[in-house]
């Protein structure tokens, strides 16, 4: 677990994380990245039995995990956000489970919301020109639920069955220590947003299949430590433009890239008309100006690290 700022949250993660794992023995690595609300202070005090690594700095998301890993003696590691209650049962299920499909390499499980609404963030498939292509010119958001317009997505399938996924969210992430070791973790360019789909569709190359259980739930907040929608969205699609210069054919990358372009175009005057007729719709309107003029940022993807 990576932490960053979230000292009530990491504190309910753990106490749900004991109460509700029954059968599974685990050893468990919170890294804090230089909190400034007492958080490792905090989890020393309530979880002594925990292995706190307290960092100076604040490392990220990714480099924050392969430096956790690096302590894990285990044949398994589960990647669990600090804003995450793991329901009764979860870690056993995703155990069992992940030892029953070895040929997925990487599992996960379903994730909802606290008032037990699906989230459906648990799983993705990955990003592909015509995911781009329905996403820049409005497919998506017009038709959310379209197995067809919402690829990535896939549509309006309810997490609650069995399913092989291009990625699983590093929010509730199984993998072999083994296969964490072939692929060298998380790759350090992606500092935060990305990183797993990085590393599933890294695994996904080598001929796994990840793969999503319905039996293991937790409850996700989504986002808890990033406080500004804005920030939040540029790191986003920061990742995604970067994915695609990673995971796509060399000759497919430019067209992506155009077509992020034009998403984050087209999102800006869109906004901005809405606005202009619904006052109400303004502080939407001002992050999305805002995302629009990072946009020499985002466009240019994460550099190799």
């Given at each position: 677990m990576v932490s960053y700022n979230t000292r009530a949250l990491t504190l309910k993660c753990l106490e749900t994380l004991y109460a509700n794992t029954?059968?599974?023995?685990?050893?468990?690595?919170?890294?804090d990245n230089a909190s400034e609300d007492g958080t490792p202070e905090a989890v020393a005090r309530a979880f002594p039995q925990v292995e706190l690594i307290e960092s100076t700095?604040?490392?990220?998301?990714?480099?924050?995990n392969n430096v956790a890993a690096t302590r894990a003696t285990t044949d398994w590691l589960l990647l669990l956000n600090p804003?995450?209650?793991?329901?009764?049962?979860?870690?056993?299920?995703?155990?069992?489970f992940s030892q029953a499909h070895p040929e997925a390499g990487?599992?996960?499980?379903?994730?909802?919301?606290?008032?037990?609404?699906?989230?459906?963030?648990?799983?993705?498939?990955?990003?592909?020109?015509?995911?781009?292509?329905?996403?820049?010119?409005g497919l998506t958001a017009a038709f959310p639920r379209s197995a067809i317009f919402n690829t990535e997505a896939m549509g309006a399938w309810k997490r609650d069955s069995v399913r092989h996924?291009?990625?699983?969210?590093?929010?509730?992430?199984?993998?072999?220590?083994?296969?964490?070791?072939?692929?060298g973790g998380f790759n350090l360019k992606y500092f935060m947003y990305g990183e797993e789909?990085?590393?599933?569709?890294?695994?996904?190359a080598l001929g796994y299949r990840p793969m999503i259980t319905p039996d293991a739930q937790i409850m996700h907040l989504v986002g808890a430590a990033t406080a500004r929608l804005a920030d939040k969205t540029v790191m986003v699609n920061r990742a995604r433009v970067t994915l695609i210069r990673d995971h796509w054919p060399a000759w497919q990358v430019p067209a992506g890239i155009a077509?992020?372009?034009?998403?984050?175009?087209?999102?800006?005057v869109a906004s901005a008309a809405v606005a202009a007729a619904v006052p109400g719709y303004r502080p939407k309107a001002r992050k999305w100006a805002e995302v629009w003029a990072k946009r020499d940022v985002w466009l240019k993807g994460y550099p190799d690290a």
């Open positions: 029954h059968d599974t023995r685990f050893h468990a690595i919170v890294l700095e604040n490392l990220g998301f990714a480099q924050g804003d995450t209650e793991v329901h009764d049962g979860a870690i056993d299920a995703l155990l069992k990487i599992t996960g499980g379903r994730t909802v919301f606290p008032d037990g609404r699906l989230n459906i963030a648990s799983c993705w498939m990955r990003i592909t020109p015509w995911s781009v292509f329905c996403l820049a010119t996924v291009n990625i699983v969210s590093g929010c509730f992430l199984m993998i072999p220590r083994t296969l964490w070791a072939a692929l789909a990085d590393l599933c569709l890294r695994a996904g077509m992020m372009w034009l998403w984050g175009a087209s999102r800006r």
